[in-house]
């Protein structure tokens, strides 16, 4: 219902998802202004109850490319704040996962608390990624997944701030997209519950940053 629930206040967010929730937060669907070759900032703009500027950074070279997204409160007062990056990449799709945790689906969501992974969750091996893979993986026991896509071995490094790997198989757009995170979904709700997974709480000046590498290796095979 677009509730944000901090501090004992509850705030009403700009519902923008056919299933009533306030999806992804506002500055992925915003104009973002070139600050320089490579870089990219939003200011918030008021549908978020706190003042903050967002900041994308892309590195690219030849062996591959890094993107950097960083969030700063610019508020007088603490705010609660999340990162994550949303990559597709074209299926089909083989994955390793260093993940040992994940978390079920549960009553139309996901439960607060993750479980080890098992059977069809378990991608510590790479392989491949079927249709209707819809979940949050945690427990990350190293910064790096491996990709096999269309015959290329690819290389995903992530941030320390990465706690979650959302992984989204979707068939409609014949893709999977792959999402390090800072937090586990719903994290406002998560915070102000004290469950598991939620976001960060930022004060005024503080900043949150999150990065994704990506590099591709020799054909598989090759």
Same mark, same amino acid.
């Given at each position: 219902?677009?509730?944000?629930?901090?501090?004992?206040?509850?705030?009403?967010?700009?519902?923008?998802?056919?299933?009533?929730?306030?999806?992804?937060?506002?500055?992925?669907?915003?104009p973002w202004d070139?600050?320089d070759d490579g870089?990219? #900032?939003?200011?918030?703009?008021?549908?978020?109850?706190?003042?903050?500027?967002?900041? =994308?950074?892309?590195?690219?070279? *030849?062996?591959?490319f890094k993107v950097?997204?960083?969030?700063?409160?610019?508020? #007088?007062?603490?705010?609660?704040?999340?990162?994550? =990056?949303?990559?597709?990449?074209?299926?089909? /799709?083989?994955?390793?996962?260093?993940?040992?945790?994940?978390?079920?689906?549960?009553?139309?969501?996901?439960?607060?608390?993750?479980?080890?992974?098992?059977?069809?969750?378990?991608? #510590?091996? /790479? +392989?491949?990624? #079927?249709?209707?893979?819809?979940?949050?993986?945690?427990?990350?026991?190293?910064?790096?997944?491996?990709?096999?896509?269309?015959?290329?071995? =690819?290389?995903?490094?992530?941030?320390?701030?990465?706690?979650?790997?959302?992984?989204? *198989?979707?068939?409609?757009?014949?893709?999977?997209?792959?999402?390090?995170?800072?937090?586990?979904?719903?994290?406002?709700? +998560?915070?102000?519950?004290?469950?598991?997974?939620?976001?960060?709480?930022?004060?005024?000046?503080?900043?949150?940053?999150?990065?994704?590498?990506?590099?591709?290796?020799?054909?598989?095979?090759?």
């Amino acid at each position: 219902g677009g509730a944000l629930l901090f501090e004992g206040i509850e705030y009403g967010l700009t519902v923008n998802h056919t299933d009533g929730t306030a999806l992804h937060g506002e500055a992925y669907d915003a104009p973002w202004d070139v600050i320089d070759d490579g870089r990219l #900032r939003h200011v918030g703009h008021g549908a978020f109850p706190w003042r903050y500027t967002a900041e =994308l950074e892309l590195d690219i070279a *030849s062996s591959g490319f890094k993107v950097t997204l960083t969030v700063t409160n610019i508020d #007088r007062r603490a705010m609660p704040a999340g990162v994550g =990056l949303h990559p597709w990449f074209a299926a089909p /799709l083989s994955l390793a996962l260093p993940a040992a945790l994940v978390y079920p689906a549960a009553r139309g969501h996901w439960a607060d608390v993750p479980t080890p992974v098992s059977g069809a969750t378990d991608f #510590r091996s /790479l +392989r491949p990624v #079927r249709w209707g893979l819809d979940a949050p993986w945690a427990g990350l026991t190293t910064d790096t997944a491996r990709l096999v896509v269309a015959g290329v071995d =690819l290389e995903l490094r992530w941030s320390t701030t990465v706690t979650t790997v959302m992984v989204n *198989s979707h068939e409609p757009f014949g893709a999977v997209a792959i999402e390090p995170q800072s937090h586990a979904p719903d994290g406002f709700g +998560r915070l102000a519950n004290g469950a598991e997974g939620g976001v960060a709480v930022l004060q005024p000046g503080e900043q949150l940053s999150l990065w994704m590498a990506l590099r591709p290796h020799r054909p598989v095979g090759g």
